[in-house]
Antibody, heavy 115, light 108 residues
Framework: QVQLVQSGAEVKKPGASVKVSCKASGYTFTAYYMHWVRQAPGQGLEWMGWINPDSGDANYAQKFQGRVTMTRDTSIRTAYMELSRLRSDDTAVYYC????????WGQGTVVTVSS | EIVLTQSPGTLSLSPGERATLSCRASQSVSSSYLAWFQQKPGQAPRLLIYGASTRATGIPDRFSGSASATDFTLTISRLEPEDFAVYYCQQYGSSPWTFGQGTKVEIK
């Protein structure tokens, strides 16, 4: 079954970091870029960046440059998104999505940033 | 950065009616790389249309997309109860990929 399964909900304090995982199954992991998109409560969708699972190259939205790191572990077909120096406005659902035009999404990971 | 403006913000319609959703781009979208997504509460978005007018796998033919210059339209020919949701457009022709703010289709 072709699917993306993300890690569970996280609660973090301001200034901390969070690392969300996205495990792929049912297809060749290295054949498709993986993108990350987030959605703040009651808000729209925001693209954060992508990683090429084959090469490990990543490209980030300017807004997140310096705070986000996308990595992958091909041995376990898993992509990761780490966001550092968390603020309250980073509270959101974080999604991984397989390549454009995003025909396959993970179920989302709720990240709550609160003191 | 390409800004996508969706209208209306909310569309109140009854089942069986036709829904017309608009997405206007601030500049030309390369090769009509425009997608439409449907999102229901607590769920991930679902791809409906890509390339401005191509239905994704498994999407009913009551959903259709069209393009004219920088204006894109999603039409739902006859609303079914399961179609009441929020719809987003996204351009993926020019980085950063951007989304519209969404149109909510609600039951009248």
């Amino acid at each position: 079954q072709v699917q993306l399964v993300q890690s569970g909900a996280e609660v973090k304090k301001p200034g901390a970091s969070v690392k969300v995982s996205c495990k792929a199954s049912g297809y060749t992991f290295t054949a498709y870029y993986m993108h990350w998109v987030r959605q703040a409560p009651g808000q729209g969708l925001e693209w954060m960046g992508w990683i090429n699972p084959d090469s490990g190259d990543a490209n980030y939205a300017q807004k997140f440059q310096g705070r986000v790191t996308m990595t992958r572990d091909t041995s376990i077909r898993t992509a990761y998104m780490e966001l550092s120096r968390l603020r309250s406005d980073d509270t959101a659902v974080y999604y991984c999505a397989r390549d454009l035009p995003y025909g396959l999404w993970g179920q989302g990971t709720v990240v709550t940033v609160s003191s | 950065e390409i800004v996508l403006t969706q209208s209306p913000g909310t569309l109140s319609l009854s089942p069986g009616e036709r829904a017309t959703l608009s997405c206007r781009a601030s500049q030309s979208v390369s090769s009509s790389y425009l997608a439409w997504f449907q999102q229901k509460p607590g769920q991930a978005p679902r791809l409906l249309i890509y390339g401005a007018s191509t239905r994704a796998t498994g999407i009913p033919d009551r959903f259709s997309g069209s393009a004219s210059a920088t204006d894109f339209t999603l039409t739902i020919s006859r609303l079914e109860p399961e179609d009441f949701a929020v719809y987003y457009c996204q351009q993926y022709g020019s980085s950063p990929w951007t989304f519209g703010q969404g149109t909510k289709v609600e039951i009248k």
